[in-house]
């Protein structure tokens, strides 16, 4: 059985091993169905046949496979694959989580509210949700995404190149389940297409633009042209929507992303501005105080 964590390679060092692991595959390993790990596989290529129970669900790239440690699969490979395997334990997410604490129902009566907010990062990997709902298709632009942050973690966890490579790639594995929970989870199902539902897909492709371009430079202009959508129309979907503009929204957004990198890993607050971004430090720090009552370094700190 392979060792799905990822061990500090520094001579000397003496840190403990990060639960982690990525590999890539072009076929389904036996660790696939490992008890001790939650696994996000990304689809890349290819096509196969999912056996979960007495469910059978036809996987065709590019999608996400969302596997608690409970699920025990069997696969049929119905065209070549091409895989990108996440496997990590639910401390990844917060240190006390352990399987015992989370596959209990009612998290959030139990707990409070911010472990709830860590909960719902990995509510969608638990054995409470129904396995077909763990299974979703990507869009062209998504699986790029997805797979970036993959890449990125990826890369941290073999090249370890500084001090902070836990911790970054806690933070790209962090953000992947965001980018989840934000963009993928709240996009609708198809319905008839009807003016409100129209309206409320425009909105969630929207979102998902703007969770997908987290980094980059997103101004008002760049969203009317791409989604052919005036600033006044556009503001009103996310007045009704959100109760706020879309900018307010995407500031929001990054500051989540923001507080979920300060308080989970320990980069230094310029990379966590340009992450969120903001390529002036300065301006992150006074978007943020103004926001929570204290800068980045204080609210990390508290």
Known sequence: MAKLCTECLWKGEDWIAV?????????????????????LIIVDKGRLKIISGDKTLDVEAPSIVMLSQKDKIKVKILKPLKLEILY??????REDFVFERIDKDGFKDRYGQLIYQDYLLIESFTSIKP???????????????VKNLFSSCESELAGQKDEFWPCRSRSYFMEILFFINYSLL???????????????????SICEYLNENIEEKITLEKITSRFHINRNKLNDLFMKNTSMTCLSYLEGLR????????????LPVSEVSARVGFTDPVYFTKVFKKIYGKTPTEFRRS
Not at 88 to 93: I, K, N
Not at 255 to 266: C, E, G, N, P, S
């Open 88 to 93: 990590f334990h639910p401390s990844a997410v």
């Open 255 to 266: 500051m989540d992303l923001a507080k979920i990198f300060l308080v989970k890993t320990a």
């Open 131 to 145: 396995f077909t709902d763990r299974v979703i298709p990507l869009g062209h632009y998504t699986v790029a995404r």
């Open 19 to 39: 639960p982690l692991y990525a590999e890539r595959t072009s076929t389904v390993p036996e660790h696939i169905n490992d008890d001790t790990r939650y696994k």
């Open 186 to 204: 709240n996009a609708f199902p198809e319905e008839e297409e009807s003016r409100e539902v129209q309206e409320r897909k425009e909105f969630a």
